[in-house]
């Protein structure tokens, strides 16, 4: 599974946590609550792994919520086209579907190259590689500990203690 889906798949899991929204009082409002603490331990996260300095980060963090929002778009549409009941469909439904998918996925990679090059005009390619891999680790972490804590009740998030 690529990093961009874990990644989705992260933030899912910690939306559907029963006793996350309860913890913050409230279904709605608690869910946004802990979707805004992984976020903010997600920048603190990638701020730590590329070492950005101050002046970089007035740069990036634009760039990369830009890219993030154009990421989650992709990806919500994916999950609409997604075919969980095929039985429900014609063939040329879930033909028309699979097609429009790889298309949204080969769009994906298209923003991935494109941002891998505004990238590297505000962070050096060291960089750039350590955000891609920081990426892939803060969402390995997030999943190992909402696997590991049955919900994440007590843990904490990565980069939220740094």
């Known amino acids: 599974m690529n990093y961009l889906l874990r990644s989705l798949l992260a933030l899912l899991l910690l939306a559907a946590v029963p006793g996350a929204a309860a913890a913050q009082g409230g279904r709605g409002g608690g869910r946004q609550a802990r979707l805004s603490q992984l976020e903010n331990a997600k920048i603190a996260y990638l701020t730590d792994k590329i070492s950005l300095t101050q002046d970089q980060a ?18 919500k ?3 609409l086209l997604r075919i969980d009941n095929a039985d429900g469909l014609t063939d ?3 033909k028309d579907n699979l097609t429009q998918g790889l298309a949204l996925r080969q769009n994906e990679v298209t923003l991935e190259k494109e941002y891998f090059e505004k990238f590297q005009k505000v962070l050096s390619i060291r960089q750039v590689g350590r955000l891609f891999l ?3 680790q803060f969402t390995k972490e997030v999943l190992r500990r909402v696997a590991g804590a049955g919900g994440m009740s007590g843990a904490a998030l990565p980069g939220a203690d740094d």
């Open 92 to 94: 040329q439904q879930i």
């Open 77 to 79: 549409r994916l999950r």
């Open 134 to 136: 920081a990426e892939r």
């Open 58 to 75: 007035q740069k990036f963090w634009p760039v990369y919520n830009e890219f993030t929002d154009k990421r989650r778009d992709i990806n």
